[in-house]
């Protein structure tokens, strides 16, 4: 290799590493972003949603089970028992993040649809006991204020 083509090399390298530099910056803004509304959505659904292990890379061991809280913190069990908390917002967790976030993703349209089927049988049973109540409310006052 000459001297021009290690020069030219090293300069690459030099664009490359300014580029990443400027990626993870903006990563990090993203990031910040993501859980920012990912807490919001998630607060008024579900205290967590459960993560499909086989969706966690392999190199995580044994894990039996695992769920996400509003907040970004990954609860993981294993199957000797013990647990860990992972902290997706930090760097050395974006790879484990992606598999996150692309596993809970679909299901927060189901956990939409059974939020709102729950307030529809709410408002439903509401409606129904407050028109009686209405009505047993009337009779009654027209019953006292004829007996006066």
Do not use: C, W, Y
């Amino acid at each position: 290799m000459s001297i021009q083509e290690l020069v030219d090399s090293l300069k690459s390298t030099a664009d490359d590493i300014g580029q990443i530099s400027e990626l993870s910056s903006e990563e990090k803004i993203l990031v910040t972003q993501f859980f920012s509304s990912l807490l919001k959505l998630m607060q008024p659904l579900s205290p967590a949603i459960a993560v499909d292990q086989l969706a966690l890379p392999a190199q995580l061991g044994d894990v039996v089970q695992a769920h996400i809280d509003p907040t970004g913190h990954l609860l993981l069990q294993f199957q000797d028992g013990h647990m860990e908390l992972r902290d997706l917002h930090e760097d050395k967790n974006r790879d484990l993040m992606t598999s996150v976030i692309e596993d809970i993703m679909p299901k927060f349209k189901g956990l939409a649809s059974m939020q709102r089927r729950k307030l529809e049988n709410r408002i439903k049973l509401l409606s129904s006991v407050t028109k009686e109540i209405q009505k047993s409310s009337e009779a009654l006052s027209a019953a006292l204020s004829a007996g006066k």
